[in-house]
């Protein structure tokens, strides 16, 4: 029910990121709702109007006020030592206790007034190095200078906060190995994608993101439906989900050798997507909570993706419930015309994918999954047009190699490469720059390839046959289609 | 063809990817009447070429024969004429990500250089968006205009030919993104800066030395640019290889055949190890690095204009 203004302001019912340093989380922006972010509490009714990439601090009460611009920090004659070999660790250099300093923070002190007193407080502060002064000041303003900025969602902090935050979730897919696959997959305006991925729906935002609304992309789920709850944190308009299509994957086999129908599809009620959906997500939690280190901040991020669907259902469920009481027979009537209009229209939309695919056409295959990759490509690649390229994601390289060897096999594929890309992030200081200390041993590996026509000449012969005794039940299959 | 669109059939006047093999590959210029010479024998564009669908095997003159691919912005890079030294798609897929490119957005590049990156920022922010493209060398920036119109993208792109740190990119208060790959690039910032668009955007600047990232990443501080980043990508490129090890005769007693010993002491891998042809010796697959891979291209320096 939320407006949505244009030009780059917050505006209330938007999908978010908070970003505090190099730690992000996405939220939905609503009024009145308490978040927690980085051991704070506050309420984003405030930010509601600003510039996004605007810097708030945190006031009491959990309300927030964009920073002023940067206060300089009296630079007095600076005095600083030349090296430590007369500076002792006796643990007494800071003369403000912990309750000082508590006593501080509960009076609402503000955090840069905090940090000056603890420099002054410090013994050997004067005696440190330019540098090392330098270095201090920058951990005490990182833990009580808060600063907090409400920037908006795209692929890049996505993919960063998703491998920082939940890498579980997204199989250890690294945000410069996202980057790779929508480069080597040509992803761009006008395409026709088939993607299957379960990354929660990352790898999706991001080809959705790349082709701006222009052209189709059919994903492709298994069980009960397609998760895209980080697909959701981008906030996408309305019309770019006009072209996305799902299609099971469990129906692949059959479309493939053309007994696929609707109709044997078992006919649930439209809601089982939704329940199955949400299964699945409660399952990979558990997962990752298992998972130890990652456990806090997972489980926090886990519970803030998760609230915006179950909002969103919960208010369905709310508007459904005022109208049943309004008027219950008519409620009763329109719930199963309702329901009957639903499942239709599933099938309509699946009857959709379904021709897509079947023309065999498409521009691009992504795949990104928990599941082993040969049995994917050697089926999917069926749906895509020659001379298009290829990518997949897996978190290990042995189940890659086992797929190059059979794509080899298989024929119809050139220019087959597999990779792996390292990222180093550096400090570049005046004096002080080196890479970082740490950096991420592994973001997975990629196979890419680009697909030709495939060879008939020798070793399909009974292919050929086969292709033959598919054609009647094809043809079946398009009449039930039309039925429907 | 076009380098933004996907056709299906090779047309006269395509660009299109001649692929011999293993990485060997080159483009061509497809023009009735002419004809190319491979090492496999010749293809005759207008009988061989127009009209196949691309992606087809094409039968050259001495009965070799080759896969003509649709062009896209990274086999042109792997096939581009050099004018200058380029950027490969390694680096040009963390630019186009971290610089948050898509459909409609508006991105200044300088320099143009043999327009490896042009291409794909271009295929990136097409139908919608434009990139602005300045490069100070007079017969290279005529030739990156030349080589747009011929893949069909000379609407998506502007060319001028000018000094970008003198002269900035000759667009203000528009861009979404700015990109530079110039010697000197801290004393364009004051220009990307006026370039980018007034609610903000980002930069990226692309070094080989860590002494222009320290001048650059100085400039941006001074410009009042935020979220100051440098990152350097490397890509390892694997070859599967099936590799035999021989197993070591320790003297084993006669009774155990060589070979069936260990595996039979490992049973579980008898499933990866498959059929060995020769006795005595273990089978697997594995991804064998490559001996020598690029350790260096540049550093790449990302910030916020907020």
Redo the contacts between chains.
């Keep these: 029910a939320a407006e949505r203004c244009p030009?780059?302001r917050i505006c209330e019912g938007d999908c978010a990121v908070l970003k505090r340093d190099d730690v992000f989380k996405a939220v939905p922006v609503l009024r009145r709702r308490k978040i927690i972010f980085e051991k704070q509490w506050f309420y984003l009714d405030n930010a509601i109007g600003h510039?996004y990439?605007?810097a708030f601090e945190v006031m009491g009460g959990g309300v927030l006020q964009p920073k002023q611009g940067v206060e300089e920090t009296a630079a007095e004659t600076k005095e600083a030592g030349t090296d430590n070999r007369n500076i002792v660790d006796d643990g007494k250099s800071q003369k403000l206790t912990h309750d000082d300093i508590k006593a501080l923070k509960d009076k609402g002190i503000k955090g840069q007034e905090i940090v000056q007193q603890l420099i002054e407080n410090s013994t050997t502060f004067r005696d440190k190095t330019e540098f090392a002064q330098d270095k201090y000041i920058k951990k005490k303003k990182k833990k009580y200078e808060a600063v907090i900025t409400i920037v908006k969602p795209?692929?890049?902090i996505l993919?960063t906060m998703y491998y920082a935050r939940e890498p579980g979730k997204i199989n250890h897919l690294r945000?410069?190995t996202?980057?790779?696959m929508?480069?080597?997959g040509?992803v761009?305006?006008?395409?026709k994608m088939i993607v299957m991925e379960t990354c929660a729906g990352l790898v999706l935002g991001a080809v959705m993101?790349?082709?701006?609304?222009?052209g189709s992309i059919i994903q492709m789920y298994p069980g009960g439906g397609p998760v895209r709850a980080a697909t959701s944190c981008f906030g996408f308009p309305k019309p770019f989900f006009n072209n996305l299509h799902e299609f099971p994957l469990s129906k692949v086999d059959s479309l493939l050798c053309g007994t696929f129908s609707t109709e044997t599809l078992p006919s649930e009620p439209e809601d089982n997507t939704l329940a199955e959906e949400e299964t699945n997500g409660s399952i990979e939690e558990k997962q990752t909570a298992t998972q130890g280190a990652e456990e806090e901040s997972s489980a926090e991020a886990a519970m803030e993706i998760n609230q915006t669907e179950e909002q969103e259902t919960m208010d369905v469920v709310n508007a459904e419930d005022v109208e049943f009481k309004e008027n219950k027979d008519k409620e009763n009537k329109e719930n199963v015309r309702e329901k009957q209009r639903k499942q239709w229209e599933r099938r309509k939309k699946l009857i959709e994918a379904a021709a897509l695919l079947r023309e065999k056409?498409a521009?691009g295959l992504i795949v990104a999954s928990k599941f082993h990759p040969t049995p994917l490509l050697l089926s999917l690649l069926e749906f895509v047009?020659?001379?298009?390229?290829f990518v997949v994601y897996c978190q290990y390289?042995?189940p890659?190699?086992?797929c190059?060897?059979k794509l080899r096999e298989r024929g119809g594929v050139?220019?087959l490469?597999?990779?792996?890309?390292?990222?180093?992030?550096?400090q570049?200081l005046?004096d002080r720059?080196h890479p970082k200390l740490t950096m991420s041993g592994g973001g997975g590996?990629l196979l890419s390839g680009?697909?030709?026509?495939l060879?008939k000449g020798k070793s399909d012969a009974s292919n050929l046959e086969a292709l033959k005794m598919e054609e009647p039940s094809s043809k079946r299959c398009k009449v039930q289609d039309l039925h429907c | 063809m076009s380098f933004?669109?996907?056709g299906?059939t090779i047309k006269d006047g395509d660009t299109a990817i001649v692929?011999l093999g293993h990485?060997s590959m080159f483009p061509v210029k497809v023009q009735h009447g002419t004809v190319t010479q491979t090492k496999y024998g010749v293809i005759r564009h207008s009988t061989d070429l127009i009209g196949k669908?691309?992606?087809?095997?094409v039968t050259c003159s001495k009965g070799g024969w080759v896969?003509?691919?649709?062009p896209?912005?990274?086999l042109w890079t792997m096939n581009l004429p050099h004018r200058t030294q380029i950027l490969y798609?390694?680096d040009?897929?963390?630019i186009?990500?971290?610089l948050?490119l898509?459909?409609?957005s508006i991105v200044c590049e300088s320099g143009t250089g043999s327009g490896s990156l042009s291409h794909?920022l271009i295929?990136?922010v097409?139908?919608?968006g434009h990139l602005y493209t300045v490069e100070f060398h007079q017969q290279r920036a005529e030739k990156a205009k030349e080589e747009f119109r011929e893949h069909g993208v000379e609407h998506l792109v502007t060319v001028t030919n000018q000094d970008v740190c003198k002269n900035g990119f000759g667009v203000s208060d528009i861009a979404d993104a700015v990109f530079l790959d110039i010697p000197s690039p801290w004393e364009a910032i004051g220009h990307a800066k006026s370039a980018l668009k007034a609610?903000?955007g980002r930069i990226c600047s692309f070094s080989p030395c860590?002494e222009q990232?320290?001048r650059t990443?100085?400039a941006m501080e001074e410009y009042g640019f935020t979220e100051?980043?440098?990152?350097?990508?490397?890509?390892?490129?694997?070859?599967?290889r099936t590799i035999s090890l021989q197993i070591p005769d320790l003297g084993k007693a006669a009774e155990d055949n060589s070979g069936t010993g260990f595996d039979s002491s490992n049973p579980s891998n008898q499933g990866i190890l498959g059929t060995n042809p020769q006795p005595g010796a273990v089978q697997f697959?594995?991804?064998v690095p490559l001996k020598e891979m690029v350790g260096h291209t540049g550093?790449l320096?990302f910030a916020?204009k907020?």
């Design positions: 030009g780059p510039a990439g605007t795209s692929t890049r993919s945000y410069d996202l980057a790779q929508l480069t080597l040509n761009r305006a006008g395409s993101e790349r082709m701006g609304g222009y056409n521009d047009a020659p001379s298009r390229p390289k042995e890659l190699l086992e190059y060897t050139i220019n490469k597999l990779s792996e890309t390292w990222l180093r992030n550096y570049v005046p720059s590996y680009i697909t030709v026509v060879d | 933004v669109e996907y299906d692929f990485e669908k691309y992606g087809s095997k896969f003509i691919l649709h896209t912005p990274e798609s390694t040009i897929s963390v186009t990500m971290m948050e898509k459909p409609g794909a295929r990136t097409a139908p919608t609610e903000g860590i990232v320290q990443c100085l100051i980043n440098t990152l350097e990508i490397l890509l390892r490129v694997y070859n599967v697959k594995s991804g550093y320096t916020t907020s």
